[in-house]
């Protein structure tokens, strides 16, 4: 019988990601989606089944993290080999402006996942995977941050998640539950949410490039993080509770790098050089040349003619709008014990992460471009 795998958070950049490579590995995937009036399946469109189709590998329910009774409901019909607990409000800038709400689902809605698994007697069946994240260290107490290095959350996003980890230890404890923390660092790919700040720049960045967009502004451009791509951080997670005892993970590049050299790298993927000059909330980058052979290879000559002029203009400024109450200015992480004991190694280096995002994100835009012109609208994530 193929193994059942529960997935909240399905319709995130994570859980499409995580669903499709459970399904190639055979699994039977289950995933929690909120209700709303308009679809929000973009990522996992590619995946759906009709309910009427036999022996679906895909199915979706409506749940919620708030709703224990729900959550409860829908475990206990699946019987699930694993549950992936992806679920999140998972913007750190937006958990200041909803404390409570991100405390809720994020803090919260681990319990009610753990004391559904223990209350229906699924502890010896299913293994829990709780998406952790590198938020937890903040005020970095130690360079680089292992899985012993202490906690200093600086956000309501970090102190929700902070209680869903140690509840987690705590149930893991205390009854013997399957329950594995991954404390994943920043990690992207081109179906990324449009306002995380690395798809917010290669979006700018291509949408700049076709010259619809004037200039990007950003907060910190100091703050330097670990970056991997999405794609070899859910194999992380499959991995993780492979594992015969349940334990807790970092999963990190070991490499970290700054917003400012993050656009950079963006623009030189094109063909575009930048280069940043002032200080604090008067820092701004200015084009300084264009490769003509590689911007109209990965944009087009039509967009080259119009760019070109541009040179020597303002493509980015700082905008004090965007800075957090509590700045966390450095995070990179040690992946030893998840290279050693799962065997992980990413795939994928900033350069290549880069290039995936700024190749979804120009196709997004050229169509977007061509519908600004009269075009016909086709969007696809997954072309």
Partial sequence: MPKTALITGITGQDGAYLAEYLVKQGYVVHGIKRRSSSFNTDRIDHLYQDPHTENRNFILHYGDMTDSLNLTRIIGDIQPDEIYNLA????????????????????LGTLRILEAVRMLNLISKTRIYQASTSELYGLVQEVPQ???????????????????????????????????????????SPVRGETFVTRKITRAVSKIALSNQRELYLGNLSAKRDWGHAKDYVRAMYLILQQEKPSDYVIATGVTTSVR????????SIGVDVVFTGEGLKETAVITAVDKSLFCQKVSEEA????????????VGVDPNYFRPTEVDLLIGDPTKSKTKLGWEPEYDLHALIEDMMLGDMILMKKEDYLMKGGYRVLNYFE
Avoid: C
Wanted: hydrophobic share 40%; aromatic share 18%.
């Fill in 261 to 268: 050299e993050f656009v950079r790298l963006a623009f030189a």
């Fill in 146 to 188: 292992n899985e012993k290095t202490p906690f200093y959350p600086r956000s309501p996003y970090a102190v929700a998640k902070l209680y869903a980890y140690w509840i987690s230890v705590n149930y893991r404890e205390a009854y013997g539950m399957h329950v594995s923390n991954g404390i994943l660092f920043n990690h992207e």
């Fill in 304 to 315: 080259y003619d119009k760019f070109v002029k541009r040179i020597g203009e303002v493509v």
């Fill in 88 to 107: 999140a409000q998972s913007h750190v800038k937006v958990s200041f402006d909803t404390p409570e709400y991100t405390a809720n689902v994020d803090g």
